[in-house]
């Protein structure tokens, strides 16, 4: 009691010699605690040596039983405790804390008193934990009162700066509430496997547990079940909300999925949904649109599937539905394989449209020949012939009919001028005709070759006798040639063959086209060909077959052109374009120049391939002059620029 | 049988810019003997180039007395017709000498001397391919060696068995001979 008397007087000491200044550091502070600490620890030993002596004292008392006695010394003994606790009690603080020290001792006097008999019959096990007990209750109350009075009367600065009591009250506090609550967590878990493992040992609770979880299961999966087929449902109809309808068929699902009996679940899947629709049609007409999305389309179709699906492992296949399937994909694979079909038919329609076309005007141009019989009913019957032939292999044989018959001479002088002109108005329209009824043929051929070999012998067999009455033999083989490449391409995939055809009609369109429009050019065209040599002209009917008019067919003599002139680049190459231009607006078919020994006009001919094949005409060539000559006066009003070449700029531009 | 005619209205009255004729095939020229028949030739000569002291020599019909007949001293435009009647000297061509001078080129009006040169070039194209036979209009006196301007003022017609064309050698100083030796043809 002196010792904690002395170190409670030293601690107040230090504290009233610290407390003016208002500073103290973390090493006052761990001083003060520790002061504290063995100051608890202290009190602590007293305590136990206390109660040790009382315990003699007990056990004396008992041995000599003499209440007045030991009223007496109670009496004493709190007394004296009252007295230390009042020299203790030096500040206001200590003297809470020794109020309770003493309310501490009295209380355990008075037990000490009340259970003196009760101690000495008790066992010495008893007595050690209440022991303990008070000891805990004791320090705890003494940590707490240590806790309450730092931080009431401690003024700790760090770093200058004042640290609140209750931050250093926290750090105490978690350091020991981690430790407590670990230990906590330890000892429950230890407590709940010595529960959880008696309780897993016992069987009835087992199966009571797995019973109930069962349960739990079965409701929850049901559930879950149900929340998973309404998705679906609304999935495949396309109706978020539900309806009645939707519950009832719902109800209805779950109930036929529970059945064992009941396979048939995609009926009712089917059978609910034409009740959801019979039911809610007038949120359907609203919400038709909705009805109709891809989702209900998938649907079906997973429908029809798990039908068909169904049904075969019923062994009673659908043939409706699995008519509809082997429908759709018969009609996609003739769809695929039809559109060759009826592209070529397109084209061979197309051609024989613009034969017949090509026929027509033939015989309303050729009504100065009416007095000759042979004519018209050459063509009548060409047309005829060709009509009942099909486009067939005789096609060739009455192209070179039409043919002799325009070039072969009339009986009398009229007949032979009428036939003359009518051999030059018809020109284009012989070689137009002529090139359809071969493409024709070819597509014949292509029929034959897709309907079976056996009948392309025959018409093969045909196409020689026909093609023998032809006059030129080289022609003849040539096109047994192509005939026979053409033969052996469409073994393949004929596309490309398609394609040649496609292009071929529309040149034959536009050649028609030309031939019907251009009257007049025909006839300037036929004067300047009537003043040409026959022999050239046979000639050309032959050789020229599928090329335009304007590079195949010249009307006159081919010109060269020679320019006497020592200009510069520029003007070389302009001179040579505007010549050319010029030229091309007589009809030269072939226009040639000559002394370029500089070659600044070697690139001429890539033009001139360049704009015919861009389709350029005179005046459109010419405009392009123009721009290039207006580009070349701006360069030189600026100055900056060399003047251009007129051959790589219309290489550029054209 | 040679002739020439005047065409200036005709290739006045085409519309350049609107035409939608195609354009022919071009190519250089390389002799090819007998292919050569059937060819024409047009010597577009421009006379602005030709000598000065050619020029200088004018005389009527801007031929020299002697025969020859000078480029130099013809007007622009003048149209010199050559035409082989009778074939018999495979190296000779059909065809026109054009003589034009060039339009300078005016900056301001760049269509106008376009139009110019291409009526021009047109003027010898279709002399040269017009039918010699059958339409031409001034048919002048077929007599051996000579060399006649027609009545339209702006036309020579020479023979073309008689008349050499140096169309490679001498281009600075070209000069028709109407005289020359048959062997001189480079064509």
Redo the contacts between chains.
């Keep these: 009691q002196s010792t904690s008397a002395t170190s409670a007087k030293s601690l107040s000491t230090q504290r009233a010699v610290i407390s003016p200044d208002g500073e103290c550091s973390l090493d006052d502070l761990s001083f003060y605690v520790n002061q504290l600490s063995s100051l608890v620890i202290q009190m602590a030993r007293k305590e136990i040596k206390d109660k040790l002596e009382g315990r003699s004292k007990c056990l004396h008392h008992s041995i000599v039983p003499s209440p007045a006695v030991s009223k007496t010394a109670s009496e004493i003994a709190h007394e004296a405790m009252e007295l230390t606790a009042a020299e203790m009690c030096g500040t206001g603080e200590e003297c809470k804390e020794g109020g309770q020290k003493s309310f501490l001792y009295s209380e355990l006097s008075n037990k000490n008193k009340s259970g003196d008999k009760q101690i000495y019959q008790r066992d010495s096990k008893e007595f050690a934990d209440s022991i303990s007990k008070g000891l805990t209750v004791y320090a705890n109350r003494v940590a707490s009162d240590m806790m309450f009075s730092v931080m009431k009367t401690l003024k700790v600065h760090s770093s200058r700066k004042p640290i609140p009591a209750c931050v250093v009250l926290k750090r105490v506090l978690l350091n020991h509430a981690k430790e407590i609550v670990s230990d906590l967590i330890d000892s429950c878990m230890k407590k709940l496997h010595n529960i959880t493992g008696v309780l897993m040992a016992d069987s009835d609770f087992v199966s009571a547990v797995k019973r109930n979880l069962f349960n739990h299961g079965k409701q929850n999966a049901a559930d879950i079940m149900e929340a998973m087929l309404r998705h679906l449902v609304s999935a495949l109809i396309g109706e978020k909300k539900e309806t009645k309808s939707q519950h009832l068929s719902y109800a209805t699902l779950k109930a036929g999925s529970r059945d064992p009996k009941c396979n048939n679940k995609s009926l009712e899947l089917s059978a609910m949904k034409a009740e959801m629709k019979g039911k809610d049609k007038c949120k359907m007409k609203s919400d038709s649109c909705k009805s109709l999305t891809s989702a209900e389309k998938v649907g079906e179709h997973i429908l029809k599937e798990g039908l068909t699906m169904w049904n075969q492992k019923q062994g009673n296949p659908c043939k409706m539905v699995t008519k509809v399937c082997c429908n759709k994909d018969e009609k996609r694979e003739t769809i695929s394989a039809s559109t060759d079909s009826l592209a070529k038919d397109l084209i061979v329609s197309s051609l024989k449209l613009i034969q017949y076309h090509l026929t027509q005007q033939a015989r309303g141009k050729d009504t100065c020949e009416e007095d000759c019989p042979d004519s018209t009913t050459g063509y009548m019957a060409q047309s005829t012939q060709y009509e009942k032939c099909g486009g067939g292999q005789s096609a060739k044989a009455l192209s070179v009919k039409h043919l002799e018959f325009h070039g072969a001479p009339g009986p009398s002088t009229c007949q032979k001028e009428n036939q003359r002109i009518g051999s030059q108005k018809m020109d284009t329209s012989n070689i137009v005709l002529k090139l359809i009824q071969k493409l024709l043929n070819e597509s014949s051929n292509c029929e034959d070759l897709c309907e079976g070999e056996n009948k392309h012998s025959e018409p093969k067999v045909n196409k020689a006798t026909s093609m023998s009455k032809r006059p030129d033999e080289g022609e003849e083989q040539c096109q047994d040639h192509q005939e026979f490449d053409f033969i052996s391409g469409m073994k393949q995939v004929n596309w490309h063959f398609i394609g040649q055809l496609v292009e071929s009609v529309v040149k034959l369109c536009l050649m028609a086209e030309y031939s019907k429009n251009g009257a007049a050019l025909a006839e300037s065209e036929g004067e300047a060909a009537s003043t040409s040599k026959p022999t050239f002209r046979g000639t050309r009917c032959i050789h020229n077959d599928a090329m335009p008019q304007n590079y195949q067919d010249p009307p006159g003599h081919e010109v060269i052109v020679n320019n006497q002139c020592s200009t510069n680049s520029f003007q070389k190459q302009l001179r040579a374009v505007l010549q050319w231009i010029a030229a091309s607006q007589f009809d030269v078919p072939m226009l040639y120049f000559m002394g370029d020994d500089d070659g600044q006009l070697e690139k001429l001919p890539q033009v001139s391939a360049k704009a015919a094949e861009k389709g350029y005409s005179v005046g459109g060539l010419l405009q392009e002059v123009i721009k290039f000559a207006k580009e070349q006066q701006l360069d030189e009003a600026v100055g900056t620029m060399a003047k251009k070449q007129l051959l790589d700029w219309l290489l550029t531009n054209l | 049988m040679m002739a020439c005619f005047d065409t200036t209205m005709m290739s006045d009255d ?17 002799p090819a003997g007998q292919q ?1 028949q ?9 006379v602005s ?1 030709l000598n000065v002291e050619d020029k200088d020599c004018k005389d009527a019909a801007g031929s020299s007395s002697e025969g020859n007949l000078n480029l130099g001293n013809l007007e622009e435009k003048e149209i010199i017709v050559i035409k082989d009647t009778e074939k018999k000297y495979q190296s000779k ?3 026109s000498v054009c003589l034009f001078k ?1 339009a300078s ?1 005016d ?1 301001v009006s ?2 106008n001397w ?1 139009f110019s ?2 009526q021009k ?2 003027l ?3 002399h ?2 017009s ?1 010699s036979t ?1 339409s031409c209009k001034h048919k002048v006196g077929d007599t051996e060696g000579e060399c006649n301007r027609s009545s339209s003022g702006n036309c020579y017609s020479v023979y073309a068995n008689q008349v050499n064309i140096d ?2 050698n001498r ?2 100083n ?1 000069q028709l001979e109407m005289a020359a030796t048959k062997n001189t043809n480079n064509n």
């Design positions: 085409i519309d350049w810019l609107r035409n939608c004729r195609s354009v022919c095939k071009v190519d250089l020229y390389k050569d059937d060819r024409k030739v047009v010597c577009f000569v421009d180039t061509m059909e065809g060039q080129s900056p760049v269509l376009l040169d291409l070039y047109a010898g194209f279709q040269a391919l039918p059958s169309l490679l281009p600075q070209l």
